[in-house]
Structure formats: C-alpha cells, structure tokens
Nanobody
C-alpha cells in the first residue's frame, strides 16, 4: 500500500488546514494515523483512527484537530483548526495492517504570521 499525504501549506496562527492521505489500495482493515515531526525533534503521534473508527488524539491537539476516514475513497483526513506556530512540522500518514506498517511522504505545515 502506498500512501500520499497532501494539503499542507502556510497558514496564519488561528487558521485551518485539511490534510488528506490517499492510499493506493483498500484501507478497510487498516489502522490509520497521522504523525508529525518538527526540525530537530522526534516524530510524534498526532491522531489515530482504527479500522473500526476508534479515535485517539495527542493531548496537544485535542479539541483542535479531527481525524476521519472514508473507506470508499481509501482516504484519511486530518482537519486542523486553531493552528498554532508550534504545530509547524512535516505531517506523515501511517497505515498498519497485518503486522505491516506503511508510511507516506510527508506534507509540510507551516504556521506563521
């Protein structure tokens, strides 16, 4: 399975972005997640959504970000609202199924005035 993240860009503090992660195959039985990595920092889990749509968020995005999935379109979304400068990072999409883990290329999100 290949994953392609898109939707990043430059946004002002308080703004919104919607990231998309399109899979080359079905994600029906795949647990999906978004991670992010800022320069010089480790990659952190942002949000996850299981194959049965159980959702978890990192504390630093609770109430601001929403993860969702559309299995018919093999796509996972991350709606990001009330963005802060500290949300600046490369955001990566991850899929896990049957013991395998898949990563897509990241998409840069920059929050700056």
């Amino acid at each position: 399975v290949q994953l392609q993240a898109s939707g990043g860009g430059l946004v002002q503090p308080g703004g919104s972005l919607r990231l998309s992660c399109a899979a080359s195959g079905t994600i029906f039985a795949t647990d999906m997640a978004w991670y992010r990595q800022a320069p010089g920092k480790k990659r952190d889990l942002v949000a996850s959504i299981s194959s049965v749509s159980q959702i978890n968020y990192a504390d630093f995005v609770k109430g601001r970000f929403t993860i969702s999935r559309d299995n018919d379109k093999n796509t996972v979304f991350l709606q990001m609202n009330s963005l802060k400068p500290e949300d600046t990072a490369v955001y990566y999409c991850n899929g896990r199924t049957m013991g395998s883990s898949y990563w897509g290329r990241g998409t840069q999100v920059t929050v700056s005035s």
